[in-house]
């Protein structure tokens, strides 16, 4: 049994987050989201990040040294993150010398590479936030040729560092399993924490009409047009490309929608792929929406789409769109299987071709059929998908390994 004294105590948290946090996307969202809910559940949490990233208010994070040429949000693999690494390691181990933490929390396989060797050294346990394969992301992402020597070499690494942490919170049952099936990693040290949204900002009523409209306009947005909405990185695994060539093929069919394409980078790359397909008067780019604002504008959609390819990674956008009452179209893939249950409107296959029917089926619900649809969406999500009971487990988790006991039984589940 936990120690009454235990279960009261506040636990000073390490937070490891190899990225420039604060950026806006995936998996800065997930740290700032768990920050949120521990700090409410009344711990201290310190988040040691790259160079460069944005100030949140309320939330402590020191950053890494920087170099004079590198000034840019690094999204997804790169070669600068070999250096920026080493320069996260040094500073992580002054700090953990100076003020040693009770848990430390790593982010990405390169934050619980460091946080391996600070466990190693204080005593501290490591809890490892999973949120995808290493090497499949740096192959989705061109860094690495799949079957290669050097893809060989970053499984082996992505390997070991799987196994190094006391505890895995993956993000999705879909990374639990690959964990266990493809990793070997034991199912006692496996804790699925699933990425959540916080339903009371992601809110269908966060906008007025008469703001709605205002913004609408101030877009450009043409009136009497359907909104398809997208929110996320520009990169091909994230499916923009097969995306924007759908739209060639809804072009025959229909001309009443209109892609609120937002994110970033390579903003002006995929303008000019519009202009080549002939569909750029067809989309309006935001470029980055910051995640303060990100609710306003998913409340100009009247569907969203998450079209990504990526088997591994997580989809924390899904759970935004439904929050906001949106019918979903994406790919049948195992993470949007299971944020969308049986309320998804799924794509046959990864193909141009077959999400543009997909869109076409979600054009075609009446209003009514829309609304009920969104409401269904919400409701899962607020029942499933709630950062407080994420909070709640993270901290049970937490007890658990500074009191030596078993992980708690009553993990977060899949929904069904």
């Excluded at 050294?121 to 050097?150: C, K, W, Y």
């Excluded at 956008?317 to 009452?325: D, E, H, P, V």
């Excluded at 979600?362 to 609304?371: C, P, T, Y």
Aim: charged residues 20%.
């Amino acid at each position: 049994m936990l120690a009454s004294n235990t279960e009261k105590k506040s636990l000073n948290v390490l937070m490891l987050s190899p990225t420039m946090f604060f950026a806006d996307y995936g998996a800065h969202v997930r740290i700032l989201e768990e920050t949120r809910t521990l700090q409410k559940r009344g711990h201290k949490v310190k988040i040691l990040a790259y160079p460069n990233g944005r100030d949140i208010e309320g939330i402590d994070v020191r950053r890494c040294w920087g170099v004079p040429f590198n000034y840019r949000v690094i999204v997804g693999s790169s070669r600068h993150k070999v250096y920026l690494d080493a320069l996260l390691g040094a500073m992580s181990l002054w700090h953990t010398l100076r003020d040693t933490p009770d848990i430390i929390h790593a982010h990405l396989h390169e934050g619980a590479l460091i946080g391996w060797f600070l466990s190693q050294l204080t005593g501290a346990p490591l809890v490892f936030d999973f949120q995808g394969s290493l090497t499949s992301e740096m192959i989705d992402h061109n860094f690495l040729r799949s079957g290669g020597l050097r893809h060989k070499l970053m499984y082996w690494l992505e390997n070991r560092i799987d196994h190094a942490a006391d505890v895995v919170m993956p993000s999705s049952a879909h990374a639990a399993n690959l964990l266990s099936n493809e990793f070997n990693i034991s199912s006692a040290r496996i804790d699925p924490t699933p990425d959540c949204v916080n339903a009371d900002i992601f809110s269908p009523s966060i906008i007025s009409p008469a703001e709605k409209e205002e913004l609408k306009q101030s877009l450009e947005i043409p009136a009497h047009k359907k909104v398809i909405a997208y929110l996320g990185l520009l990169a091909p695994h994230q499916g923009v490309n097969k995306l924007l060539e759908a739209l060639t093929l809804l072009d025959p069919l229909r001309n009443d929608y209109h892609l609120l394409l937002m994110g970033f980078p390579a903003v002006a790359q995929y303008q000019e792929l519009a202009q080549e397909l002939g569909v750029f008067e067809q989309v309006t780019f935001t470029g980055k929406v910051s995640y303060e604002d990100a609710p306003r504008y998913l409340a100009l959609g009247d569907i969203a789409t998450a079209p990504k390819i990526s088997a591994t990674e997580g989809s924390g956008k899904i759970l935004n769109y439904m929050a906001m009452s949106l019918p979903t179209v994406a790919y049948s893939l195992p993470v949007s299987r299971e944020f969308l249950g049986d309320g998804g409107i799924y794509a046959s296959e990864i193909s141009s071709a077959a999400l543009a029917a997909a869109l076409n089926r979600a054009l075609d619900l009446s209003d009514d059929e829309r609304q009920r649809l969104g409401h269904y969406l919400r409701r899962r999500v607020k029942h499933h998908y709630s950062w407080n009971k994420a909070g709640q487990q993270i901290e049970a988790i937490y007890y658990a390994l500074l009191a030596g006991t078993p992980l708690p039984v009553t993990q977060i589940q899949p929904a069904t």
